[in-house]
């Protein structure tokens, strides 16, 4: 039998990721070892572990976020890797450095890249250089309003004002003129500086309503790069992804390979090394421009897991222990269909409000086609200190009919109580006749609840639903 990759991986994170990593070490014979905050002492991931250790309370300042005491646990457990998953200091220069500096691989890109990705304004640049298609925008962050209104008139308004050091919808605002522009910069920039610690903020021209494109990438450390294709990630609420599926509904062939051909270029421009995941805007005449890219394994990965059959956080692994990748683009070609939901602890009927309690039952989906990532359990408490994501039901079919219809029976199967969760409106979004037939945009999710919104108002003052706004079969809140 061969030797495992490494000795001992610690997995510096927690919930649903930190359960596939595991996973992904036992299929690959690698003892892990699970960080976790006080918060998480019985976690799912901390029970099945081989080993788990403390690195701190439940604040993610002095546990998750922590790199002393998550460089500290890789030490006195002898582990001479580390696996991010994603979040928290998965995309954190400073870790991956010191990892390197204590001899500890660090399972993910070279803290250079890490940096130069995590800057969007250096992003763009890069991948300018490389060829791939762009957004008219600002060359690297605006100095000062002045310069910022002359680049807007430069570019056409609209243009969407974004934070050079992070993203997730943070330090970021549209502005339509130059009043606009001159009130929300300085918003935007201090958006930025709570979030990331850097107000810089650079300028782009905004698409309505485009469609969120993104295509998964893996690279070696012997200068191969591979495109695993694209995933349609348009269905958001305040720029956080609520559902993905691959391949991307209603793209045209000749779309798609040019697409594949510009991310793995960028990849291989920047010497991308490991999972990675280049972001495009798509407009309603099919061009792509490049958005940023994610230097980290995705919670959406699982869709193009469903489609090729290769296990991204596997091949992270041999990636970072230096095996070369045996993938092309042939052998990756999708097979079937598949779509990812994301079941978050909140109650979607009171303006999203987080909720959090003890899971009283919990009974996952099933059956033929159906995947479930979750570190739920009945009588497992969900702690009010981190992120929502309860887990994710990912559906494959031979084709997209086969993986909604798979989804709707598998949303049907799933029981979660003690806590309010978005199942009920997950199921509601499924049954959408604009979904169903691929319709999607950036905006579908703000306009289905304005939907909602508009029918129960004329419920509640006695008129009939219309069809388009009557809510979907056996979707009710």
């Known amino acids: 039998m061969a030797a495992p990759l490494f000795r001992k991986v610690l997995i510096a994170n927690r919930g649903e990721i930190a359960l596939r990593v595991l996973r992904a070490c ?6 892990a070892v699970v960080a976790y905050s006080e918060a998480d002492r ?5 029970r099945l572990a081989d080993q788990a250790v403390c690195i ?48 500890v691989v660090f399972v993910g890109p070279r803290p250079e890249i890490i940096e130069k990705m995590g800057n969007k304004a250096h992003a763009r640049r890069m991948m300018r250089d490389a060829g791939v298609p762009l957004l008219p925008g600002t060359d690297g962050p605006v100095q000062n309003l002045g310069e910022a209104r002359a680049a807007a008139r430069r570019i056409g308004y609209p243009v969407i004002i974004k934070a050079a050091a992070g993203g997730g919808g943070r330090g970021m605002r549209v502005a339509t003129d130059d009043a606009a522009l001159t009130r929300l910069v300085p918003v935007a920039q201090a958006e930025a500086v709570a979030a990331f610690g850097n107000g810089a903020v650079y300028l782009e021209r905004y698409l309505e309503r485009p469609r969120h ?15 695993l294709g694209e995933r349609d990630c348009s269905l958001q609420r305040r720029h956080q992804k609520v559902i993905e599926e691959a391949p991307a509904p209603n793209l045209p062939r000749k779309v798609r390979e040019t ?47 469903a489609v090729t059959g290769v296990d991204l956080v596997a091949w992270q692994l041999r990636i970072a222990a230096g095996q070369p990748l045996t993938l092309d683009n042939r052998a990756t070609e999708p097979v079937g269909h598949a779509i990812e939901v994301r079941i978050t602890a909140e109650d979607a009927s ?48 031979r084709d997209r009919t086969e993986a909604l219809a798979r989804m709707e029976r598998a949303l049907g199967e799933t029981v979660v109580t003690g806590i309010t969760h978005t199942v009920p409106l997950q199921r509601q979004l499924i049954a959408d006749e604009g979904f169903r037939r691929g319709e999607v945009h950036t ?15 004329r419920e509640s003052a006695g008129d009939p639903p219309t069809r388009e706004a009557a809510a979907p079969e056996g979707g009710g809140r």
């Open 259 to 305: 697409l594949l051909r510009a991310a793995a270029k960028g990849a291989k421009a920047v010497q991308y090394t490991g999972a990675g995941t280049l972001e495009f805007l798509l407009d309603r005449d099919g061009h792509f421009y490049f958005m940023e890219m994610n230097a980290r394994i995705q919670v959406e990965h699982p869709v193009t897991e």
């Open 213 to 227: 494109v993104e295509v998964q990438v893996l690279g070696d450390h012997h200068g191969h790069v591979v495109a």
């Open 26 to 31: 036992r299929d690959l014979g690698i003892p």
């Open 42 to 46: 019985d976690s799912l991931a901390v």
């Open 56 to 103: 701190g309370p439940a604040a993610v300042a002095r546990s998750y976020n922590n790199i002393p005491a998550v460089i500290s646990a890789a030490l006195v457990t002898g582990c001479d890797a580390l696996h991010p998953g994603y979040g928290f200091l998965a995309e954190n220069p400073d870790l991956a450095e010191i990892c390197g500096q204590v001899g």
């Open 443 to 457: 905006g579908f999710i703000p306009d289905f609840l304005d939907r909602q919104a508009a029918a129960v108002r």
């Open 350 to 397: 009171d303006g999203f409000r987080p909720n959090v309690g003890t899971v009283d039952t919990y009974v996952a989906p099933g059956g033929p086609g159906v995947r479930v990532d979750s570190h739920l359990y009945a009588g497992y408490t969900v702690p009010p200190f981190y992120d929502a994501l309860l887990g994710k039901v990912i559906t494959w079919g």
